[in-house]
């Protein structure tokens, strides 16, 4: 987990409901599947999103290299190292922060092109999650892989509590899931299983 944010990516298009990043090159602190991010949206107010993909998109140059079988270890590392690999995030939009407060809703404006997304700070992500409104946005979500989201945002909410609350805190969100999910027991149970299962390793 990350304790402090440095720019990962910028700001390509974005929606009130998303946007997507671009950056350079997949690297350690490139924000993974699951993970919370943010953007600047205007004066003293940040969007906060959960990334739902990431694409290595087509690259003439990659092509060419591939066609010609010139793939030495040499030539694939100054490649990754040194031309732009073109990497595109994309996030969904679950809340915002506005002059220290959390809102579990849509912000009133999207960010713009060519703001700078960072991961969300440890202490970040335990006072965004602190409650669990934000679920209902990723539910809400057409076409992304809502379900392994939801794990996914949950067991990056548990990993930056203290080891002795992560399990208590599985089992509230699990219950707030049920909540969400009782009209789709087969979807529920899905999830709850994922979540029993991070549940069962702390």
Same mark, same amino acid.
């Given at each position: 987990?990350? %304790?402090? &944010?440095?720019?990962?990516?910028w700001?390509?298009? &974005? @929606?009130?409901?998303? *946007?997507?990043?671009?950056?350079?090159?997949? /690297?350690?602190?490139?924000?993974?599947?699951?993970?919370?991010?943010?953007?600047?949206?205007?004066?003293?107010? $940040?969007t #906060?999103?959960? #990334?739902? !993909?990431?694409?290595?998109?087509?690259?003439?140059?990659v092509?060419? +290299?591939?066609? &010609?079988? /010139?793939?030495?270890?040499?030539?694939?590392?100054?490649?990754?190292?040194?031309?732009?690999?073109?990497?595109?995030? %994309?996030?969904?939009?679950?809340?915002?922060?506005?002059?220290?407060?959390? =809102?579990?809703?849509?912000?009133p404006?999207?960010?713009? &092109?060519?703001?700078?997304? /960072?991961?969300?700070?440890? !202490?970040e992500v335990?006072? *965004?999650?602190?409650?669990?409104?934000?679920?209902?946005?990723?539910?809400?979500?057409?076409? #992304? @892989?809502?379900?392994?989201?939801?794990?996914a %945002? +949950?067991? $990056?909410?548990?990993?930056?509590?203290?080891?002795? =609350?992560?399990?208590?805190?599985? =089992? $509230?969100?699990?219950?707030?899931?049920?909540?969400? +999910?009782?009209?789709?027991?087969m979807?529920?149970?899905?999830?709850?299983?994922?979540?029993?299962?991070?549940? @069962?390793? /702390?």
């Amino acid at each position: 987990m990350t %304790s402090a &944010s440095i720019p990962v990516g910028w700001v390509l298009r &974005s @929606s009130a409901t998303g *946007f997507a990043v671009g950056c350079r090159v997949l /690297e350690p602190d490139t924000p993974q599947f699951g993970n919370f991010v943010k953007v600047p949206a205007g004066a003293n107010t $940040q969007t #906060i999103g959960l #990334i739902y !993909d990431v694409r290595v998109n087509d690259d003439p140059s990659v092509r060419q +290299l591939i066609l &010609s079988g /010139e793939l030495a270890p040499e030539t694939v590392r100054d490649q990754r190292e040194n031309r732009l690999v073109p990497i595109e995030i %994309s996030v969904l939009v679950v809340g915002y922060q506005r002059e220290g407060r959390y =809102i579990h809703s849509l912000p009133p404006q999207p960010p713009i &092109s060519l703001d700078a997304l /960072e991961n969300c700070a440890d !202490d970040e992500v335990l006072h *965004f999650t602190e409650r669990l409104d934000y679920l209902r946005l990723i539910l809400k979500a057409g076409q #992304i @892989s809502t379900d392994e989201l939801i794990v996914a %945002s +949950l067991a $990056q909410a548990a990993a930056v509590r203290a080891p002795e =609350i992560r399990r208590a805190f599985l =089992i $509230q969100a699990g219950q707030e899931v049920a909540r969400l +999910l009782n009209a789709d027991l087969m979807r529920l149970d899905g999830i709850l299983r994922q979540l029993r299962l991070l549940a @069962s390793n /702390e």
